[in-house]
């Protein structure tokens, strides 16, 4: 059974800092491209970042480039998303995926919410 648990979320100011984490199981982890998304409410979903397989490749939206560190732990099977200086507008739900050519799995999401 393949699963993604996103954790990390919550309530942060104007300036602060989170650690996202997805674990990852149920598949060959080090053989997919992880991704970071996000949905804000009435809002269409965004790709954050990517990580390739060995890590040896991220990208970033232009909105966090900067700010957001995409990162992997293979022998832990987990993708992190380090994100910092958070801004309101960075308010959303966050989700990781797991994508290889036309197969991509997903997990349940994690709300931020960057608040005064």
């Known amino acids: 059974q393949v699963t993604l648990v996103e954790s990390g979320g919550g309530l942060v100011q104007p300036g602060g800092s989170l650690r996202l984490s997805c674990v990852a199981s149920?598949?060959?982890?080090?053989?997919?491209?992880m991704i970071w998304y996000r949905q804000a409410p009435g809002k269409k979903r965004e790709l954050v970042a990517t990580i390739t397989g060995t890590g040896g490749i991220t990208n970033y939206a232009d909105s966090v480039k900067g700010r957001f560190t995409i990162s992997r732990d293979n022998a832990q099977n987990t993708v992190y998303l380090q994100m910092n200086t958070l801004k309101p507008e960075d308010t959303a739900v966050y989700y990781c995926?797991?994508?290889?050519?036309?197969?991509?799995?997903w997990g349940q999401g994690t709300q931020v919410t960057v608040s005064s």
């Open positions: 149920g598949f060959s982890f080090s053989s997919f491209v």
């Open positions: 995926s797991a994508k290889l050519f036309i197969t991509e799995y």
